[in-house]
């Protein structure tokens, strides 16, 4: 019997339209021999819909006018695991044995959705609701990979109705310039500033403030931005190393999805040692926030060989050509592979659950 394969996409976040390049990336790598295939959207206000037209509607976003689209809801009783359709003269129920949510941002990549899921009963690929919502958070995540001994960059973070002036003249101070500017909680470099001079602090904290209510100054680090891909839950198979070459600036949103002035380099130009160090500490930190799934584990690597994290993406972007299915290509996984395997992985841990509770 074939699995019931549900890939939500869009969502309530400025990344919706990363969302929608990545879904559409996945959907056509599944295998329809042995899945199913449910489609549900979710609009920029939060409504879900299943969606029962081509995926050239998602290319193009103009799902949402498909004639298909039917409101559903999750069904919060753990034996039917799945949601309601609600046609124009009934209710349906539609089984959900694994839902992938390639969802970027908030409300998807922040424990909300994941919370849903366990709720209802859902196998779903990807982190649970704590390491989703502590990755998501860059002061409180920073915190717990300080205490491996891993380096971490300095910061300082506050309110932004709350700006604390002498604090940042002290940092400044100690520090100098380039720093960033950053909220929080976001993804894909969304809200984000590299601030060279006093007068561009201001108009920088404003800018992060229109995505989240905390915003966080870190350190400009010299050196070279690199990631390691891993998949698995309790046995974590790791990935290969990229390094990112930029031109000037930094990695930006629209560096991220357009590579403008920068390049990927997969492998990453660096020594075996410093490769077998990068996939140590990504390893180190993948099992300490309790991944499950997948996650991407970047860091800067210094000059002088040190390594410095940077940020846990539990849900990082999955075109074909995104950084995360290059990196696990390394391991022996194509594109399809992968997805098939985040799909077992996804039952595995459902299963691991189970066994939990019933020992209990």
């Given at each position: 019997?074939?699995?019931?394969?549900?890939?939500?996409?869009?969502?309530?976040?400025?990344?919706?339209?990363?969302?929608?390049?990545?879904?559409?990336?996945?959907?056509?790598?599944?295998?329809?021999?042995?899945?199913?295939?449910?489609?549900?959207?979710?609009?920029?206000?939060?409504?879900?819909?299943?969606?029962?037209?081509?995926?050239?509607?998602?290319?193009?976003?103009?799902?949402?006018?498909?004639?298909?689209?039917?409101?559903?809801?999750?069904?919060?009783?753990?034996?039917?695991?799945?949601?309601?359709?609600?046609?124009?003269?009934?209710?349906?129920?539609?089984?959900?044995?694994?839902?992938?949510?390639?969802?970027?941002?908030?409300?998807?990549?922040?424990?909300?959705?994941?919370?849903?899921?366990?709720?209802?009963?859902?196998?779903?690929?990807?982190?649970?609701?704590?390491?989703?919502?502590?990755?998501?958070?860059?002061?409180?995540?920073?915190?717990?990979?300080?205490?491996?001994?891993?380096?971490?960059?300095?910061?300082?973070?506050?309110?932004?109705?709350?700006?604390?002036?002498?604090?940042?003249?002290?940092?400044?101070?100690?520090?100098?310039?380039?720093?960033?500017?950053?909220?929080?909680?976001?993804?894909?470099?969304?809200?984000?500033?590299?601030?060279?001079?006093?007068?561009?602090?201001?108009?920088?904290?404003?800018?992060?403030?229109?995505?989240?209510?905390?915003?966080?100054?870190?350190?400009?680090?010299?050196?070279?931005?690199?990631?390691?891909?891993?998949?698995?839950?309790?046995?974590?198979?790791?990935?290969?190393?990229?390094?990112?070459e930029l031109d000037s600036g930094f990695f930006s949103f629209i560096e991220k999805y357009e590579l403008i002035s920068?390049?990927?380099?997969?492998?990453?130009?660096?020594?075996?040692?410093?490769?077998?160090?990068?996939?140590?500490?990504?390893?180190?930190?993948?099992?300490?926030?309790?991944?499950?799934?997948?996650?991407?584990?970047?860091?800067?690597?210094?000059?002088?060989?040190?390594?410095?994290?940077?940020?846990?993406?539990?849900m990082p972007g999955f075109t074909e050509h995104s950084r995360f299915p290059a990196l696990m290509r390394e391991a022996?996984?194509?594109?399809?592979?992968?997805?098939?395997?985040?799909?077992?992985?996804?039952?595995?841990?459902?299963?691991?659950?189970?066994?939990?509770?019933?020992?209990?």
């Open positions: 019997m074939k699995r019931q394969i549900a890939v939500f996409f869009g969502g309530e976040s400025p990344e919706y339209e990363v969302s929608m390049q990545s879904a559409t990336a996945v959907i056509q790598a599944i295998d329809v021999n042995k899945n199913d295939i449910i489609l549900i959207g979710i609009t920029k206000q939060g409504k879900w819909c299943l969606y029962e037209g081509s995926i050239e509607g998602i290319i193009k976003n103009n799902w949402e006018q498909h004639p298909s689209c039917t409101v559903v809801s999750p069904i919060m009783d753990k034996s039917e695991s799945g949601v309601y359709i609600h046609r124009a003269l009934s209710v349906e129920t539609c089984k959900i044995d694994v839902a992938i949510p390639v969802l970027h941002g908030k409300n998807g990549e922040d424990g909300t959705i994941q919370g849903v899921f366990e709720l209802a009963g859902i196998n779903y690929v990807g982190c649970g609701v704590f390491t989703s919502a502590l990755c998501t958070d860059k002061v409180q995540v920073q915190k717990l990979v300080h205490n491996l001994d891993i380096p971490i960059t300095p910061s300082i973070h506050f309110e932004r109705d709350q700006i604390p002036h002498q604090l940042i003249r002290e940092f400044i101070a100690t520090n100098g310039f380039p720093l960033f500017i950053k909220p929080v909680r976001a993804g894909s470099s969304i809200g984000i500033s590299m601030v060279s001079s006093k007068e561009a602090l201001i108009p920088a904290i404003k800018y992060a403030a229109q995505f989240d209510t905390e915003i966080t100054m870190e350190k400009a680090i010299q050196g070279v931005e690199v990631g390691c891909g891993i998949i698995g839950n309790e046995a974590p198979i790791i990935g290969g190393v990229d390094e990112i920068s390049q990927i380099h997969m492998p990453a130009r660096i020594s075996k040692k410093a490769k077998l160090q990068i996939q140590q500490a990504a390893r180190k930190i993948y099992k300490a926030v309790h991944c499950e799934g997948l996650s991407r584990i970047d860091f800067f690597l210094q000059e002088d060989g040190q390594l410095v994290f940077n940020e846990v993406n539990t022996g996984y194509s594109y399809e592979k992968l997805i098939q395997m985040l799909i077992e992985l996804a039952e595995e841990k459902r299963g691991a659950a189970d066994y939990e509770t019933t020992k209990k």
